[in-house]
């Protein structure tokens, strides 16, 4: 049977992605490497966005006191 792989964090993702941007930053991988740490570097981004929007829908949203969802609105 088959282990599922543990998620990987917001934190730990972003501590990869900015690896990744200095080691490109750097100019010290030849254009092959380059070309796939940039690859895993866009995979890393859309995980990213991807939890940040999740984040921010749950943080949206408040609990009623029925136990309903409700979008959370800032008065101005």
Known sequence: M???KEEK???DALLELEGIVKE???GSVDLDKAI???SEAM???KYCSE???NATEKVNKI???NGELEAFE???
Request: glycine share 0%; no cysteine.
């Open 36 to 38: 796939e740490r940039y």
């Open 51 to 53: 939890k940040l929007h």
């Open 43 to 45: 995979k890393l981004v």
């Open 9 to 11: 964090t917001f934190e």
């Open 2 to 4: 088959a282990v599922k």
């Open 74 to 76: 800032i008065e101005e």
């Open 63 to 65: 609990l009623k006191e």
């Open 24 to 26: 490109l930053e750097a």
